[in-house]
């Protein structure tokens, strides 16, 4: 049986490998293969994968490098992902790319699809910008629009048709990923000493950059491995983690978060392989399937917008009740325009229902964590004492 750490000692690789080594060895391993980068929140992976390219997550440059060329290009009162994505894209870590898919976030990664087609023509690119409308009629035909848009642009690349049945066996393989994706996270949610979040952290970026069969099979490792597991169970606070959906934080602050006392049973990082929250059926018309679950069965983040005022961060105290949390830390990366509008809405409702939180802002470079270890301590030390 394969351990927890060398699981996690792989994922960890993959993750701090910012030439993406296993991307490229997937490439060369097969004549015609295509590689197809994607930004944070959501992608269509299944509609990539039948295509028979890889899908590969672009989450910026993390606290591992350096941003020099990308400051040119972007104002320093913006996050920092675009800055850091461009500088991966000018120093030829993104060189064997072939596609790259901008997911609608904001207004910042919506400009950086049109400086990446400046700068880098020869590459494919797409800017999929993911209805706000909720009505079948009317955002669910957009976003069928949309869908059947990105299939023709990755026929013309790759030269070969997407048909139906590619696409019901992709979406198969996607269901059966965040069946396991999902009781990964009720795992930690039960048993979070022997999950730890940084682990499984990893575990879900590991994912973004490798062939879903084959991570559908590390996760499942993972489960056997992490449930055999002899880890001592701590005294911590059981807290959820939100604001941290696009930018990703530097691994050592989720660290920190741990160390202070607390055990993350809840987050919405990396939310691409659970941004749906159920299977996509599999019978029927695979294009009208995929737009219809993003419509109904996804997540409330930040990026999409929520009809009722009232409503807003009602998803959030559901998942802190479910997953049995304590308190929330609402960590939000610097300059991050959607996050930090919903931020006082989702305190108010975390309010309203008498859930403990506090907020602090992060970038994905961020160096200094002792001050957020404190902050974070001494909320779990509040929690412990007065809740």
């Not at 790759?158 to 990923?177: M, P």
């Not at 880890?231 to 930018?247: I, K």
């Not at 930090?340 to 907020?359: S, V, W, Y």
Request: glycine share 6%; hydrophobic share 40%.
């Amino acid at each position: 049986m394969t351990s927890t750490a060398e699981i996690i000692d792989r994922c960890q690789a993959l993750f701090e490998d910012l030439n993406f080594s296993a991307a490229r060895a997937w490439k060369a391993a097969a004549p015609g293969r295509k590689v197809i980068g994607f930004l944070p929140v959501y992608a269509p992976l299944e509609m990539i994968h039948a295509a028979g390219c890889l899908p590969l997550g672009i989450f910026g440059g993390g606290d591992q490098m350096e941003v020099i060329h990308g400051d040119a290009y972007y104002q320093s009162y913006i996050c920092r992902i675009p800055r850091s994505t461009i500088e991966l894209g000018v120093t030829g870590r993104l060189d064997f790319v072939d596609g790259m898919i901008f997911p609608f976030v904001c207004d910042v990664i919506r400009n950086l699809s049109g400086i990446w087609k400046m700068m880098f023509p020869n590459v494919w690119s797409k800017f999929f910008d993911t209805p706000q409308n909720f009505d079948p009629e009317i955002g669910g035909n957009y976003y069928i629009h949309e869908l059947q848009e990105l299939r023709a642009g990755l026929e013309t690349l790759t030269g070969r048709k997407i048909t139906d049945d590619d696409l019901r066996r992709s979406i198969a393989l996607y269901n059966e990923n965040r069946r396991l994706v999902r009781e990964v996270y009720a795992f930690r949610a039960r048993e979070p000493w022997k999950a730890p979040t940084s682990e499984v952290y990893l575990l879900m970026r590991a994912g973004l950059m490798m062939d879903v069969a084959e991570h559908n099979r590390m996760l499942a490792d993972y489960l056997v491995a992490a449930a055999a597991s002899d880890r001592p169970q701590r005294d911590n606070v059981r807290v959820a983690v939100y604001g941290s959906f696009c930018e990703q934080p530097p691994l050592n602050l989720i660290k920190s978060i741990e160390m202070a006392g607390c055990y993350v049973v809840e987050d919405d990082y990396a939310l691409v392989n659970r941004f749906l929250t159920a299977d996509v059926p599999t019978d029927g018309d695979p294009v009208q399937a995929l737009a219809l679950a993003y419509l109904g069965q996804s997540v409330e983040t930040s990026c999409k917008y929520v009809p009722k005022e009232e409503d807003k961060g009602r998803f959030h105290v559901e998942q802190v009740r479910k997953a049995g949390a304590e308190g929330v830390i609402y960590a939000t990366p610097s300059f991050c325009d959607p996050a930090l509008l919903d931020r006082p809405m989702i305190c108010g409702r975390l309010k309203e229902a008498n859930i403990p939180h506090i907020a602090f802002k992060y970038a994905e470079n961020s160096g200094q964590m002792q001050p957020i270890r404190e902050q974070a301590g001494t909320f779990a030390d509040s929690i412990k004492l007065w809740s």
